[in-house]
């Protein structure tokens, strides 16, 4: 998977919007962005995912540069549930799912009340 | 969240004994994966199966054996425990591996082999 850089920690107030950014800049074009969070003592859970387009599901968004190289996780209106270690990850091509899935070391996000 | 349970959630076992951990599914997805969590190591994947009686290993398959003779049930076994298979194992299911599909996991197994 090609590489990611994530800052290692933020703080977001109760009720805002959390953006989470993200560093991909090796990216190649068939390579999709997925972003996963890991909940203090809860297995890891499945935000979104991306190609080029941004994307939105009931969770997050997910925006991508027009260059690919970097992207942002946007939590709408965060909660206190939603402090967690958040994962940026590229997939390689032939890779999905949860095949050779490899987490680094994340960004810690700690919503304030 | 995706149907899947792990049992136990925690044990606590003796070095040499032998520990069977259950992930079940019930999203009749094809793919199931087993991987540990180590502070400083993040996920690895143990063994993965692409169909019943369909498994493979990954990267730190020794020590453990697997079986999945349902698909809704992937069993991962420790035969002699030994404390470095102390761990939080994670359980992961998946419709197949391409390239834009998603993974869900279980909420984990805490293993303590003293």
């Known amino acids: 998977d090609a590489k990611t850089t994530q800052p290692p920690s933020m703080d977001c107030a109760e009720g805002r919007a959390a953006n989470l950014p993200c560093n991909h800049s090796?990216?190649?074009?068939?390579?999709?962005v997925y972003w996963y969070r890991q909940i203090h003592s809860q297995g890891p859970q499945y935000i979104i995912h991306?190609?080029?387009n941004n994307e939105t599901n009931e969770m997050a968004s997910l925006i991508i540069t027009e260059d690919r190289k970097s992207s942002t996780l946007i939590l709408p209106h965060a909660t206190l549930r939603d402090t967690a270690v958040y994962y940026c990850?590229?997939?390689?091509?032939?890779?999905?799912?949860?095949?050779?899935?490899?987490f680094g070391k994340g960004t810690h996000l700690i919503i304030q009340p | 969240d995706a149907g899947i349970t792990q049992s136990p959630r925690h044990k606590v076992t003796e070095t040499g004994t032998p520990v069977t951990l259950r992930c079940h599914q019930t999203?009749?997805?094809?793919?199931m994966y087993w991987y540990r969590q180590d502070p400083g190591h993040g996920l690895r994947l143990i063994h993965y199966?692409?169909?019943?009686?369909?498994?493979d290993k990954g990267e730190v398959s020794d020590g453990y054996s697997v079986s999945r003779s349902k698909t809704e049930d992937f069993l991962l076994t420790l035969e002699s425990a030994t404390s470095s298979q102390t761990s939080v194992y994670f359980c992961?299911?998946?419709?197949?591996?391409?390239?834009?599909?998603?993974?869900?996991f279980g909420q984990g197994t805490r293993l303590t082999v003293v």
């Open positions: 199966s692409y169909g019943v009686k369909d498994t």
């Open positions: 992961a299911i998946s419709e197949s591996p391409a390239s834009n599909t998603e993974a869900f």
């Open positions: 999203e009749n997805h094809r793919y």
């Open positions: 991306g190609l080029k």
């Open positions: 090796t990216i190649s074009g068939n390579e999709y």
């Open positions: 990850i590229v997939r390689a091509p032939g890779t999905g799912g949860a095949d050779g899935l490899t």
